[in-house]
């Protein structure tokens, strides 16, 4: 597993990157915020493993890009975000005619610190972010129609909650950015995957791995500054 300073310390590495080229002649540096909303789709590596479907939640927050050179910059984004997991009965043995549901929605704050590579023009950018992040657990909430009633041996994780608030990974993916003149609109895919468990993963624990992966896809909104 990797320990949150190696994280901290990609970080810093990007933003050494980012900010230690020089201004090519004829560029200026720009300086952007905006809003975005879009949608995730997450799951849980479980060890030993759990059945299950993607869990879809809601992603939105604020994003602040610096682009310090031309194809490259650096975007800092504070969001909430939605992620869990939504457990898949068809493949276990249950009984005939039930119809068992089971979901964990975890709602969090979350700060990535991403490296931003763009290429295009002026109207048109092909862009790709990618760095680490951190997130805090605010809440979590099960909705299920179990009533203690599902398969034996697979319900351990029905009734445990995290024991673990902070959460640390990487994430990353591509986007397509159009730039008018009332603004500039991001379209953008990301694959978020955490480093750490919200379980504890000790020997005499019920798990040894309980990381979360999500996919998303959202739209932002941007203006210069």
């Known amino acids: 597993m990797m320990k949150p300073g190696i994280v901290f310390l990609a ?9 230690g080229g020089r201004a090519q002649n004829g560029f200026r540096p720009e300086w952007t915020v905006g809003a975005s909303s879009g949608v995730t789709f997450a799951s849980v590596g479980f060890s030993p493993k759990v059945q299950e479907d993607m869990l879809r939640g809601y992603l939105g927050g604020l994003t602040l890009r610096w682009i310090t050179e031309k194809n490259l910059g650096l975007q800092v984004e504070l ?3 939605q992620q869990g997991w939504k457990e898949n009965f068809d493949e276990l043995e249950v009984p005939e005619g039930a119809n068992y ?13 991403l490296t931003h590579i763009y290429f295009g023009g002026s109207r048109i950018r092909f862009f790709v972010n990618l760095g680490p ?3 805090f657990l605010l809440g979590e909430h099960t909705t299920d129609n179990l009533n203690g009633a599902a398969p034996q041996n697979i319900n351990e994780q029905h009734t445990l909650y995290a024991d673990k608030r902070f959460e640390w990974g990487i994430g990353g993916g591509p986007g397509l950015e159009i730039r008018t ?10 694959y978020y995957y955490a480093l750490s468990d919200f379980y504890n993963t000790r020997h005499q624990d019920v798990f040894s791995k309980a990381s979360s992966q ?12």
């Open 11 to 19: 970080g810093l590495l990007s933003f050494a990157a980012v900010s």
């Open 79 to 81: 969001n909430f975000k």
């Open 101 to 113: 549901r089971f979901q964990r929605r975890m709602n969090y704050v979350e700060l990535p610190f």
């Open 133 to 135: 992040q951190i997130g």
């Open 181 to 190: 003149r009332i603004g500039y609109f991001l379209l953008e895919g990301r």
């Open 214 to 225: 999500v996919i998303s896809a959202k739209l932002t909104y941007m203006i210069p500054l």
